[in-house]
């Protein structure tokens, strides 16, 4: 059964970080390409950050780029987003997503930042 468990989200006041963790089984993750996307209210699910199946490359989107790091440890079938600096405009549910042909999704962390 494949299962992506995401967690580490929450609230935080503008400018600050929070490290985002998912936790993949059921699948052979370091097969994967791995993605973090996210949903804000009453906006389009869009993508955040990728990351190759070793982990050896990565690419961002343009409103994340400088701040959001994403990385994986393949030993620990586990997927990371640091997100620093962040914005009242980063405010949404983000998910995890295992790419190869086919997608595994995760049921999504809130993270909220506001004042």
């Known amino acids: 059964q494949v299962q992506l468990v995401e967690s580490g989200g929450g609230l935080v006041q503008p400018g600050g970080s929070l490290r985002l963790s998912c936790v993949a089984s059921?699948?052979?993750?370091?097969?994967?390409?791995m993605n973090w996307y996210r949903q804000a209210p009453g906006k389009v699910r869009e993508w955040v950050a990728r990351?190759?199946?070793?982990?050896?490359?990565?690419t961002y989107a343009d409103s994340v780029k400088g701040r959001f790091t994403i990385s994986r440890d393949n030993a620990k079938n586990t997927l990371y987003l640091q997100m620093n600096s962040l914005k009242p405009e980063d405010t949404a549910v983000y998910y995890c997503n295992a790419n190869r042909g086919n997608d595994y999704w995760g049921q999504g962390t809130q993270v909220t930042v506001s004042s």
């Open positions: 990351i190759g199946n070793l982990g050896d490359w990565t």
């Open positions: 059921g699948f052979t993750f370091s097969n994967y390409v």
